[in-house]
């Protein structure tokens, strides 16, 4: 058998709100090691009473039965929050057959449910929405059992799902500022999920760090264990907190997907007993990668190549090496990542930098990368040089929030694009001389052929290095022509979508990674059809005849 050593948590209470258990009820929780009782709504509002209770019933009676729409309405939140299961229960079968009252309140107030008629889970909007239908949402949740489900069937699930650690109300939560010396102001829900997180500590200090594109919110957590085996001070932690269905999502790529294929020293590891769920919002808990910086910091002190040359050989393989050769194009796949608008003031500032094609014309281009053999595997999905911290010559990948199958030179891409925006984030050449310098690695043809190398005394020397060795695998992932061009041409446009409020020279970095994409796809794919120049563009010209002056309107 395998080992358990988990400590119970001490909830052991199954509380009707306004009625008393019904006697075949109580029996069937008694016989599991339950106290079946009834509760006010003033003993809901009660943390001391929420800490050993593990289930609420709402059951809807023939008398009254908008009254259950109430308890939905006034608590379903809350309890979720205090890890409680929720059962929610019709008081005959002609109110099981019609749920409507039921289903309308978890609409408002958007409470993860199970077990609904599927004529009925449908209606659940939201839900359907995030992709629940068909599968059961993770505890905590509501539970919809019809009149004619038996309490002993009823007493299983909470059995076989029991609540976690109660939160910790005693805990001393400290929120450092961040660098602009703002500080994160917890929400009730979310200090709720850290005293659940840190059920056995006595203080916990958190520190933000950058938490990448997904809205999550991400510290360094310092902790205080109130009774410590060998001392009170555990090595740090990160925090991720935000969107429920955000977070569980990582949750399962780390269990189903990181553990299982990238090295324990190459990625982080996430302390499941701290990890939890609450009605909107979920909190992840892992080691923090000590004694580490980004790729990007490592790059840009010509430090990276080895890294590289790890992330792709030894932190990536286990994904990587598990690919298929799929009769798709690179257009096919990546379409949905191809993006739709650009802000008119970032595209202003390409055509000041030399960009002559709007963005549906570099469509038309990406499209013509059609030739339907590709390979497709499980890739990072955000590979940017912020989510690989270097320590020594080991690359470790943070955030798998975007893991998917993907075909396999866009995780290379996604790295490629991520160093020519946010490498060069304290070069302080004007931006015409910056392009100039890195120019010949996007006009070379064929795309992937010989490198061009650089001058060492050149500032982008290190750039060039680290593309050298991102195109060296990329070369091995590509089926046909051009498949690499047209997946770095995606991923420069999508930087150049992204932070309009950036300040310059990241401003007109982005901006610049749009004249690489047009590049890239006219070099690989000729002109588009129908390509007049825009009126407003100016015409065509290198890079070094445009003025370093380019404000955020794109004039000079």
């Excluded at 890890?83 to 309308?104: A, F, H, V, Y």
């Excluded at 919002?281 to 004694?291: A, L, T």
């Excluded at 549906?360 to 912020?386: E, I, P, Y």
Aim: charged share 25%; net charge neutral.
């Amino acid at each position: 058998m395998s080992i358990n050593i988990g400590v119970p948590s001490g909830r052991r209470e199954v509380t009707w709100l306004g009625v008393e258990p019904p006697p075949d009820a109580r029996e069937a929780f008694v016989e599991r090691g339950y106290r079946a009782t009834r509760c006010s709504e003033d003993d809901l509002r009660r943390p001391e009473f929420l800490a050993g209770t593990t289930a609420v019933v709402f059951v809807q009676s023939a008398e009254k039965p908008l009254q259950i729409g109430e308890y939905i309405k006034n608590h379903a939140s809350h309890l979720l929050d205090y890890d409680c299961q929720i059962i929610l229960r019709p008081g005959s079968e002609q109110l099981s057959e019609k749920p409507s009252i039921i289903t309308n309140a978890i609409n408002k107030r958007l409470i993860w449910t199970a077990w609904l008629p599927p004529e009925v889970a449908s209606t659940l909007r939201w839900q359907s929405a995030q992709g629940a239908v068909g599968s059961l949402p993770p505890f905590p949740r509501a539970n919809f059992f019809s009149f004619s489900v038996s309490w002993k069937e009823i007493a299983n699930v909470v059995l076989k799902n029991p609540s976690g650690r109660a939160p910790n109300l005693s805990l001393q939560i400290t929120v450092q500022p961040n660098n602009e010396g703002k500080r994160h102001e917890l929400t009730e829900d979310e200090s709720v999920l850290i005293r659940r997180a840190f059920w056995d500590c006595a203080d916990v200090s958190l520190e933000p760090i950058s938490g990448g594109r997904s809205g999550l919110s991400v510290f360094r957590a310092h902790a205080e264990l109130e009774q410590g085996l060998a001392g009170r001070w555990p090595q740090p932690y990160f925090v991720k907190i935000g969107n429920r269905r955000k977070i569980f999502a990582e949750f399962e790529h780390y269990e189903g997907r990181v553990r299982p294929y990238v090295p324990f020293h190459l990625g982080p590891h996430l302390d499941s007993k701290r990890c939890c769920l609450g009605a909107r919002k979920g909190i992840i808990v892992g080691d923090y990668v000590e004694e580490s910086e980004s790729l990007r910091d490592c790059a840009c002190e010509g430090r990276a190549a080895s890294a590289i040359a790890c992330l792709f050989d030894r932190t990536l393989l286990g994904w990587h090496r598990v690919f298929e050769e799929k009769k798709t194009s690179i257009a096919d796949d990546l379409e949905s990542r191809f993006p739709k608008p650009i802000n008119g003031a970032r595209l202003d500032r390409a055509r000041a930098l030399g960009a002559i094609y709007d963005l549906s014309q570099l469509r038309q281009l990406f499209r013509k990368c059609n030739a339907k053999r590709t390979l497709v595997g499980l890739v990072h999905g955000d590979l940017h040089s912020a989510n690989v911290l270097v320590r020594a010559t080991d690359a470790i990948v943070i955030d798998f929030f975007a893991h998917q199958e993907y075909p396999l030179v866009f995780d290379a891409a996604t790295l490629e694009a991520s160093l020519f925006v946010e490498g060069f984030r304290d070069d302080k050449r004007a931006i015409p001389d910056w392009l100039k310098s890195v120019e010949p690695l996007y006009i070379q043809k064929p795309f992937l052929s010989s490198p061009h190398h650089v001058n060492p005394k050149n500032p982008s020397f290190w750039f060039y290095a680290c593309v050298h060795q991102i195109r060296r695998y990329a070369r091995q992932w590509e089926c046909g022509d051009n498949q690499y061009a047209a997946a770095l041409a995606v991923a420069l446009l999508i930087k150049a979508s992204k932070d309009l409020s950036a300040l310059e020279l990241e401003a007109s970095r982005r901006s610049a990674a749009y004249v690489m994409a047009e590049r890239i796809l006219v070099n690989a794919f000729g002109a588009p059809t129908a390509a007049a120049v825009p009126a407003t563009a100016p015409p065509p010209t290198a890079p070094t005849e445009v003025s370093s002056q380019v404000t955020d309107s794109g004039t000079r």
